[in-house]
């Protein structure tokens, strides 16, 4: 048992030898879309079914050679906009903490390295609100309110592609997937989940 924590020490010690963490710090655009479906069949989500938004946040990417691990954490924001019928508008906002931890690996290609990226995404919403505007008079609906069933937890999981370009300023285009049912209501017919695309840019430290 001796020699086998004495082995696990020293590939600690060897991958931590090896190791090199960099930071990044970055923003981009984000496009999500909300797929509500009932019994199988497409829902309408108006103003919520397509944002757009950006995100913005940092990383740190512990790299082992061409391998590497990058938690972060980011803020995003979305807005979106519908009118629901005559002399109606309805504009949607929501915003969330997104924590991801990212596997990546790449290939140094004359000064750029390309790498390969994917991994789980928590994301803890922080305010989903519709305001309907009609004849001047706005009404505002709280999807995170305590008798929605609306979900305010997510758990995405995503990849994509990137480029490290002078080892200064980082590209990635990017695919998330939400695994989990945001209907939290009692009719097992319902279901929404939301994916997103992600187009960013990051200054590397």
């Known amino acids: ?6 082995a696990a020490a020293a590939l600690l010690m060897l991958a931590g030898a090896n190791a090199f963490a960099q930071i990044s710090v970055g923003a981009g655009y984000l496009n999500s879309t909300l797929d509500s479906k009932y019994n ?7 103003a919520r079914g397509s944002m757009n938004g950006f995100y913005v946040g940092a ?11 990058a938690p972060g954490i980011y803020y ?14 309805v504009k949607a906002v929501e915003q969330a903490i997104n924590v991801p931890v990212n596997f990546n690996y790449g290939y140094n290609l004359n000064g750029v390295r390309l790498f390969a990226f994917a991994g789980p995404t ?7 609100k519709s305001t309907t505007t009609n004849s001047g008079v706005s009404v505002v609906t709280n999807y995170y309110a305590d008798n929605s069933n609306y979900s ?5 999981l995503g ?3 990137g480029a490290d370009l002078m080892d200064q300023i980082q590209v990635t285009v990017g695919f998330d997937y939400g695994v989990l049912n945001l209907y939290k209501g009692s009719d097992s ?3 929404q989940h939301r994916y997103n695309l992600k187009l960013g840019v990051a200054y590397l430290f």
């Not at 990383?59 to 691990?69: A, D, H, P, R």
């Not at 995003?76 to 508008?89: C, H, P, Y």
């Open 76 to 89: 995003s924001f979305l807005g979106g906009s519908d009118k629901a019928i005559l002399n109606t508008d």
């Open 159 to 161: 990849g994509g592609l």
């Open 40 to 46: 199988g069949n497409k829902v309408s989500e108006g």
């Open 59 to 69: 990383s740190y990417n512990l790299k082992f050679g061409e391998f590497g691990i």
């Open 1 to 6: 048992m001796k020699k086998i924590f004495a």
């Open 152 to 156: 305010r937890f997510n758990l995405y």
């Open 189 to 191: 017919k319902a279901s």
């Open 122 to 128: 928590v994301q803890f919403g922080l305010s989903s």
